[in-house]
């Protein structure tokens, strides 16, 4: 854009002389013919004066209204240098706003403008007990429970199914013994999602396959579950228990009063066998609200959430000593210890 152009103008006007000092007849006159003198110079030089101020004014003024139409006219691209705004436009129509340069990757057809590329329909977090995944065996006659999560384009619906590895539908709803749930059309993302297998009495000696699947009904994403069924050899073993806080896992954890801790706790068995638990206090002040649930059964291995609401008044150590039993084997226990500041 041209820089401004501007007349600056100054006019210096000296004052007439006054008369001072001593009167007399022979100075009154001279300053009298000086005074005379001075306004008929005044009077010759006002035209000039006149015009001088109009070139001025004129000037400053034609400098404002040529700098108001480069600027009217001109537009300064991102890259600095200037072009002609009525080149390019279409008459009658304004010009659009300036956008960015496009993505070097172009989002694939199948995934709206406004959703990120990196949605992708998947599997996650998938723990199973016992952990086929890996390595362990499933004895025949114990159950197999599955936690997994669907990660997908928020927004969308998910339906979870099952295959075999030939691509033929296998039965999962909640008439069969062998599950995937939640059952039904879900937004995604899915965090609760579970798969179950049970009535493997009769499968020792073969490996299952069972393909999940899930269908956002622009894509799928599929898993493979792969278990090996061993015969029961009759001999029993002890259960055991894992707990986890959140990702602590070292049987210690610590909270803040007034904050809920989550634990979820992992009854394991070797065998096909019902496995009790319960818990009890071991150390520490009395909480105004005891953890729950205090205990349950069921045919291992399973998992169960555990939960302590603690109070804002709360504070110290407290221990929970937690006990498994097959009513066979010998209990088992596992100690947690739980800092509240």
């Not at 792969?226 to 050899?233: G, K, P, R, S, T």
């Not at 904050?259 to 065998?271: E, G, K, V």
Request: charge should be negative; include cysteine; proline fraction near 8%.
């Amino acid at each position: 854009m041209s820089p401004s152009r501007r007349v600056t103008c100054s006019l210096t006007v000296q004052a007439l002389p006054t008369l001072t000092g001593p009167v007399n007849a022979n100075s009154v006159m001279a300053k009298t013919r000086m005074r005379w003198k001075m306004m008929r110079s005044i009077a010759l030089l006002a035209p000039v004066l006149a015009l001088a101020l109009a070139a001025c004014g004129g000037g400053n003024k034609g400098s404002e209204d040529a700098e108001e139409e480069e600027a009217a006219t001109d537009v300064e691209t991102e890259d600095g240098e200037e072009e002609d705004a009525d080149d390019d436009a279409d008459p009658g129509d304004a010009p659009d706003d300036p956008v960015g340069d496009p993505p070097s990757d172009p989002p694939p057809a199948d995934v709206a403008d406004d959703e990120p590329v990196s949605d992708t329909l998947r599997f996650t977090n998938i723990r199973c007990l016992p952990d086929v995944g890996g390595g362990d065996d499933v004895v025949a006659g114990q159950n197999v429970s599955c936690r997994f999560g669907v990660q997908g384009a928020t927004g969308r619906r998910v339906t979870l199914s099952c295959e075999d590895d030939s691509g033929t539908a296998v039965d999962c709803s909640s008439s069969s013994t062998t599950q995937i749930q939640p059952f039904g059309s879900n937004p995604l993302p899915v965090f609760n999602g579970w798969f179950g297998m049970g009535n493997t009495s009769s499968l020792g000696g073969t490996t299952v396959v069972t393909i999940w699947v899930a269908d956002d009904t622009v894509g799928q994403a599929r898993h493979r579950f792969e278990a090996n069924v061993i015969a029961d050899d009759g001999t029993n073993g002890p259960p055991t228990i894992e707990v986890d806080c959140g990702g602590d896992t070292d049987g210690s954890v610590s909270v803040t009063a007034g904050a809920r801790l989550d634990c979820t706790l992992y009854i394991l068995d070797p065998d096909p066998d019902d496995v009790s638990w319960d818990y009890t206090q071991t150390s520490g002040a009395t909480p105004v609200t005891p953890p729950s649930p205090y205990g349950g059964t069921g045919r291992a291995p399973y998992d169960v959430t555990w939960r302590w609401q603690s109070d804002s008044s709360e504070s110290g150590t407290f221990v929970y000593t937690f006990s498994a039993d097959d009513g066979t084997a010998s209990t088992v226990t596992y100690d947690l210890t739980v800092d509240v500041s």
